[in-house]
């Protein structure tokens, strides 16, 4: 809930709606086995409480607070990673069926899924600072996977080659923003000027 609410204000403080609608297509694609397979009931709330929030953030941003929102600068083209990423999703899958296409797809997806945002900052040239923390922590978030997936090989032998090249493409897409935003946000420099090179 906090998030949400974290994000409802950094809407009008540069956020990609593309960035955003991305995310929600990656999970959109990733928890359609809430209609087919029954893990717990945690996992099914977790799974429909993320889905619904970032649905909610979307509507915020297109809808609710779309006079604040900074359209005229996003403007990345999503084609150029959606098609490549549906192509590598029939190409390289771990079985060819719906489902596990569409999985493969959420991860190749959420992979990319910042491009938009990160586009946007090198077109504004700047960023502010809470719109800089959230896509630390982002980044962060999906830099820890790796952590997870090191630790995961070494105690269980589980090394899935899909989601740890996914993820690590990611965390290459964010070093640049990680240096910059400790170079210049945590020193106290406010807002984060840029460019970031894509």
């Given amino acids: 809930m906090i998030n949400l609410i974290v994000l409802i204000y950094v809407i009008s403080l540069g956020i990609s709606g593309k960035s955003q609608v991305l995310f929600a297509l990656v999970f959109t694609t990733r928890y359609l086995d809430l209609f087919t397979v029954f893990i717990s009931p945690y996992n099914t709330i977790m799974k429909v409480v993320f889905l619904a929030m970032s649905y909610a953030t979307v509507y915020l941003i297109y809808m609710r607070f779309r006079n604040t929102f900074d359209s005229d600068n996003d403007t990345f ?32 997806l959420e992979a990319v899924a910042i491009m938009p945002q990160l586009f946007m900052i090198t077109k504004t040239g700047e960023a502010e600072s809470i719109t800089t923390h ?37 965390t290459i897409f964010y070093c640049d923003f990680f240096y910059l935003y400790v170079t210049r946000v945590l020193q106290g420099r406010g807002k984060m000027s840029l460019p970031i090179p894509i």
């Fill in 134 to 170: 959230y896509l630390f922590f982002l980044g962060l978030y999906r830099a820890l996977y790796i952590a997870n997936w090191v630790w995961r090989y070494n105690t269980e032998g589980f090394f899935d080659q899909i989601a740890v090249v996914s993820g690590v493409v990611q």
């Fill in 77 to 108: 083209r999503v084609e150029f990673l959606l098609v490549p990423v549906i192509g590598l999703s029939f190409l390289e899958n771990y079985a060819f069926t719906p489902l596990e296409i569409l999985w493969t797809f959420s991860i190749f």
